[in-house]
T-cell receptor, first 116, second 113 residues
């Protein structure tokens, strides 16, 4: 149980394109979803936290107009990288949890985004 | 703010031997969770083991165990009988009242046959 599906796994697109990444909880209701970014050989950095039906809370330094997060249902959150540029190339990974506080997080398999 | 420190960027172990990965953290909270995640080249995040701060007993999962020293804010991972499949990046993570995970910088573990 507790499977999180992230799609697509790999995206290559031209500069200026907007890219949408989906994160779905397949067998549980994800009241909270987290979006992380990971540069090569570095750790995961939290970008934002989203609760179903609410606006996402962004970490300091993360542009909310650049990285649009929608968590419209209990099983789906999306991250849209708007007008992507080469510096946005990275590995993006989501996680989901049910309930508040200390509920475990379940990770998707990540999306490798490459902007040409 | 909470921080997680992994002071070993890389570690190496001989197959079948034991290795310990270190992790320290800083927090003013009294109730929290600590985790070790494994990230193989596929970049999946795989939960290895977790420890609730209120539990004094160290968590164990088969060949994986932790040495949790709450007063010292230390949370090391011991891998016994290391296997080739254990080679990966290992991240120590803290989860407090806000719910998000704070990761250390990771330790790259190599296993020599």
């Amino acid at each position: 149980g507790a499977v999180v599906s992230q799609h697509p796994s790999r995206v290559i697109c031209k500069s200026g394109t907007s890219v949408k990444i989906e994160c779905r909880s397949l067998d549980f209701q994800a009241t909270t979803m987290f979006w992380y970014r990971q540069f090569p050989k570095q750790s995961l950095m939290l970008m934002a936290t989203s609760n179903e039906g609410s606006k996402a809370t962004y970490e300091q330094g993360v542009e909310k107009d650049k990285f649009l997060i929608n968590h419209a249902s209990l099983t789906l959150s999306t991250l849209t990288v708007t007008s992507a540029h080469p510096e946005d190339s990275s590995f993006y990974i989501c996680s989901a949890s049910h309930g508040q506080g200390y509920q475990p997080q379940h990770f998707g398999d990540g999306t490798r985004l490459s902007i040409l | 703010a909470q921080t997680v420190t992994q002071s070993q960027p890389e570690m190496s172990v001989q197959e079948a031997e034991t290795v310990t990965l270190s992790c320290t953290y800083d927090t003013s909270e009294s109730d929290y969770y600590l985790f070790w995640y494994k990230q193989p080249p596929s970049r999946q995040m795989i939960l290895v083991i977790r420890q609730e701060a209120y539990k004094q007993q160290n968590a164990t999962e088969n060949r994986f165990s932790v040495n949790f020293q709450k007063a010292a804010k230390s949370f090391s991972l011991k891998i016994s009988d290391s296997q080739l499949g254990d080679a990966a990046m290992y991240f120590c993570a803290y989860r407090g009242s806000q719910g998000n995970l704070i990761f250390g910088k990771g330790t790259k573990l190599s296993v020599k046959p």
